[in-house]
């Protein structure tokens, strides 16, 4: 049979199997386009160590911004933990690895379930207590601050002020000057791919109904604690997956700075932000966009950080809910025309 009958115009099975695969692919396509993007980068820059480094960090944090807009983006929870919950990924597979002997991919998976269990707790307490936005805030910055404590505490198993060196993944791609790139970038289509297939699944819409009005999500049916749990512990395992990779790529070395609250959890609030609460690519383009500005701004010393917050003060004056969203508006607008 051919694709299209000519006597009866319709569409035969190889046109119609092609055109429900395309259907199914479509709204991955921004991934693939993003990806394809991103894994040119290494091409430029690949000669230079510290700008791979740059690029890295980049991905790195755009996979962090991706699991923490499942936890805040999709049911509003605030977790001011970001940095906390990767961390006990991180010292949690050095430890396992490098104390207990078990092996790397062994280690990783453990101190990733070891960060779920974290988060799930978490969620739970604020969905059994009906906190809100602000108290699971203090809540989570609560635990991040005690994390802290702990990793500068306990010497013996965290090195305290002066970190430890992982030396688990010292003899893999881990610690090249381009691999780790690419390492980080196809975990952060992972998480994307994740995102978008629970976008399109029943638990996107309880998400969806959940941000919207939760009391609405309710009395629609929604059960708001399972899915906010559920949110809370995988986004907490992905964020523990990315901190663990973290603690054996690189110069393997982790210590109180690498997953402080400061240096990760605002970078991370303001990556989101900036890109889009909720959207699919918001992280990636903030994490891209905010690295980029951190870099150009580099060489102005003392003024970096005054030059740095102001010009993210004017890029939120001028993208109120994102680039993406403001973007998306603009397209929209110009169509209707």
């Known amino acids: 049979m051919t694709a299209v009958d000519e006597r009866s115009g319709r569409v035969g099975p190889s046109v119609g199997a092609a055109r ?42 755009a996979a962090y911004a991706v699991a923490f807009n499942i936890i805040f983006g999709s049911t509003g929870q605030l977790f001011l933990c970001v940095g906390a919950l990767a961390g006990v990924g991180g010292f949690a597979s050095a430890i396992i690895s490098d104390r207990v002997g078990l092996p790397l991919l062994v280690s990783i998976v453990l101190a990733a379930l070891c960060s779920a269990a974290i988060g799930g707790l978490l969620s739970w307490v604020s969905v059994k207590r009906a906190l809100d936005t602000i108290f699971i805030g203090i809540v989570t910055l609560a635990f991040s601050l005690s994390f802290q404590n702990f990793v500068l505490g306990r010497r013996d198993l965290t090195g305290g002020e002066t970190g430890i060196f992982v030396e688990a993944g010292s003899d893999t791609l881990l610690h090249d000057r381009v691999s780790p790139y690419y390492v980080f970038l196809a975990l952060v289509v992972g998480y994307l791919v994740l ?46 997956l990315a901190g663990a990779l973290q603690a054996h790529s690189g110069r393997g070395f982790i210590g109180p700075s690498t997953y402080a609250f400061g240096d990760v959890d605002v970078r991370v609030l303001v990556m989101l932000a900036f890109g889009g609460i909720g959207t699919l690519l918001g992280p990636v383009i903030g994490a891209a966009s905010l690295t980029w500005l951190d870099e150009l701004l580099v060489d102005y010393a003392q003024l970096r950080l005054v030059l740095y917050g102001a010009v993210i003060v004017v890029l939120f004056l001028g993208f109120r809910r994102g680039i993406v969203p403001a973007i998306t508006d603009y397209v929209r607008t110009r169509i209707r025309r």
């Open 20 to 61: 429900v695969v395309g259907q199914r692919l479509a709204p991955y396509l921004p991934i693939l386009v993003a990806a394809a993007l991103l894994a040119l980068i290494p091409l430029r820059y690949r000669d230079s160590g510290s700008l791979m480094g740059v690029a890295t960090e980049g991905m790195l944090f």
């Open 195 to 240: 995102y978008r297939t629970l976008q399109r699944s029943r638990v996107g819409w309880a998400f969806r109904a959940l941000r919207d009005d939760q009391l609405a999500a309710e009395l629609s049916g929604v059960d708001v604690s399972r899915y906010r749990v559920f949110a809370g512990t995988l986004g907490s395992a992905m964020l523990g």
